[in-house]
């Protein structure tokens, strides 16, 4: 066995050899997804909770649809209609969830951290589907089955990450996994949207483009996170989209063969030009949403086995 995890709360934690055991897993859940059945037992009997304390489209979807393909019993939680509206914490909720002896918990909160904190609280594997501008692991995961399966390999590849670095978790969870596989990555956005200690992530920081792009393998570009902005980090959309939007001239800058990716959702017109987001010859968006769906697949099948394997250590008294 060589994914050894119990939750998947980041990527900071996990091994080179884990991310590849994972990703070899959703490549074969990709075929399965293109095949006609679409249909596994490996989580039957098991059921997988999705709590979601901020908004998601995606990331919600691709968790319940993956738990659904692999048999689980999956409850999505309506978390807006929840007691929490009535004062309840974060920690009573799980509590009053684990108690319904859920085997997988994914969670989306708005506060970094959150997800870690409701892991030490309950008894299943938890999935942390975004916390704050912490980590986004199944992301980043998504991202390296996308750039591997276009370029052929997940090392050596020059990555642009663009946009609004400071507050997204996305930029985060890619900038180690893609450093953990030893890739060359630049950040690229104005100094406002640049997080404290940049120098310290050990990659090349630009505030312009086309310096920024010149000769990168992957273009990826990310939304200004406006929730998480309490004042005026860009002077406008306009100003913004002049400087840092991707059009093909900027992308000009980047490989013949860059890709562009983007994690949803897109913003045409303020950090990337419509015609790139849907030219099929350069942009792989729609992929990286096919691959969320497989690598959401691989993660919960890989942590349902641990799961399993420490219930039965537990039942045989082995700890
Ligand atoms: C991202 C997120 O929620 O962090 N979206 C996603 O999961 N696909 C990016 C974003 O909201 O901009």
Excluded at 45 to 52: A, R, S, V, W
Excluded at 114 to 140: F, M
Excluded at 155 to 170: E, K, M, P, Y
Excluded at 238 to 247: A, N, Q, S, T, W
């Amino acid at each position: 066995m060589t994914f050894t995890a119990r939750h998947l709360l980041g990527i900071e934690h996990l091994h080179p050899v884990e991310i590849t055991t994972l990703l070899d897993l959703a490549d074969r859940y990709v075929d399965l997804n293109r095949s006609a059945q679409k249909h596994s037992d490996v989580l039957a009997g098991l059921t997988q909770i999705n709590m979601f304390f901020e908004s998601s489209t995606r990331t919600q979807a691709s968790f319940e649809l993956a738990g659904k393909r692999l048999g689980a019993d999956v409850m999505n939680m309506a978390m807006a209609h929840s007691s929490l509206k009535k004062g309840e914490t974060l920690i009573d909720t799980a509590l009053t969830l684990n108690a319904m002896h859920p085997d997988l918990l994914v969670v989306r909160h708005p506060a970094s951290g959150a997800v870690n904190l409701l892991a030490e609280k309950v008894n299943c594997a938890v999935l942390n589907a975004g916390d704050g501008r912490h980590e986004h692991p199944t992301q980043a995961l998504l991202d390296a089955l996308t750039i591997r399966r276009a370029k052929g390999r997940l090392h050596r590849l020059t990555v642009a990450i663009c946009g609004d670095i400071a507050h997204s978790r996305v930029a985060r969870s890619n900038l180690l996994l893609l450093g953990k596989m030893e890739n060359r990555v630049r950040l690229i956005g104005p100094p406002t949207l640049m997080p404290a200690g940049v120098a310290e992530f050990g990659c090349e920081v630009f505030d312009d483009m086309r310096a920024g792009l010149e000769g990168a393998d992957v273009v990826m570009m990310l939304r200004l996170q406006k929730e998480r902005m309490d004042g005026g980090f860009i002077p406008s959309e306009r100003e913004y989209y002049h400087r840092y939007g991707l059009d093909a001239e900027k992308l000009g800058y980047a490989k013949d063969d860059a890709i562009v990716m983007h994690p949803g959702p897109m913003n045409r017109g303020v950090e990337i030009d419509g015609t790139i987001a849907d030219d099929i010859n350069r942009s792989v968006i729609q992929e990286q949403v096919e691959m969320g769906v497989a690598v959401r697949m691989a993660a919960m099948d890989l942590l349902a086995r641990n799961l399993r394997e420490s219930r039965l250590k537990k039942a045989l008294g082995g700890g």
